[in-house]
């Protein structure tokens, strides 16, 4: 019942995600290319506009890491995998997501780190004057998404990545 429940905010997590990197994208298409027009026709540069694209790159980039966990497009040395006997693919299927989740939960301990010391230091973007901890909060969320995702995998007896026997 509880593995139900979970995978359903995962998968609302997922939608949701997926949506907001479309607009993201979306966005930082029209800054860039809107930085690039007034640059080389109107001879005019949108300082903030190359700052803030930066900004939405870091976040759909990290994002995008999620999106690609979540329908299982990570690259994998599947080649490996598929060359062992069978008792040793499962033992891979285990070992890949115990240490997927050791790093997962590395990195969002560190990005947590990461964001408080920016915030605790009060540094601040040069061009949008908002605080950086903005960009670095990417990483965290990220991370902790694809935790959900990787205990979802546990709890529903999925692989996090894509092995078809041929």
Same mark, same amino acid.
């Given at each position: 019942?509880?593995?139900?429940?979970?995978?359903?905010?995962?998968?609302?997590?997922?939608?949701?995600?997926?949506?907001?990197?479309?607009? @993201?994208?979306? =966005? %930082?298409?029209?800054?860039?290319?809107?930085? #690039? &027009?007034?640059?080389? +026709?109107?001879? /005019?540069?949108?300082?903030?506009?190359?700052?803030?694209?930066?900004?939405?790159?870091?976040?759909?980039?990290?994002?995008?890491?999620?999106?690609?966990?979540?329908?299982?497009?990570?690259?994998?040395?599947?080649?490996?995998?598929?060359?062992?006997?069978?008792?040793?693919?499962?033992?891979?299927?285990? @070992?890949?997501? =115990? %240490?997927?989740?050791?790093?997962?939960?590395? #990195? &969002?301990?560190?990005? +947590?780190?990461? /964001?408080?010391?920016?915030?605790?230091?009060?540094?601040?973007?040069?061009?949008?004057?908002?605080?950086?901890?903005?960009?670095?909060?990417?990483?965290?969320?990220?991370?902790?998404?694809?935790?959900?995702?990787?205990?979802?995998?546990?709890?529903?007896?999925?692989?996090?990545?894509?092995?078809?026997?041929?």
């Amino acid at each position: 019942m509880r593995a139900n429940m979970f995978e359903k905010i995962t998968i609302t997590f997922g939608l949701i995600v997926e949506k907001l990197t479309v607009v @993201l994208v979306g =966005i %930082l298409l029209v800054m860039v290319f809107f930085n #690039v &027009f007034a640059r080389y +026709v109107l001879k /005019v540069g949108i300082g903030w506009a190359e700052e803030f694209s930066m900004l939405l790159f870091v976040w759909v980039t990290f994002l995008g890491t999620y999106l690609a966990l979540r329908s299982k497009s990570h690259l994998a040395l599947i080649f490996l995998i598929k060359k062992l006997p069978s008792n040793l693919k499962i033992v891979s299927r285990y @070992l890949i997501i =115990i %240490l997927s989740l050791i790093l997962a939960v590395s #990195v &969002f301990i560190g990005g +947590v780190g990461f /964001v408080l010391n920016t915030i605790n230091l009060a540094q601040k973007t040069p061009m949008l004057g908002i605080s950086a901890a903005w960009a670095y909060a990417s990483i965290p969320v990220s991370f902790f998404l694809m935790i959900m995702e990787i205990l979802k995998a546990i709890l529903t007896n999925q692989q996090i990545i894509k092995i078809e026997d041929n």
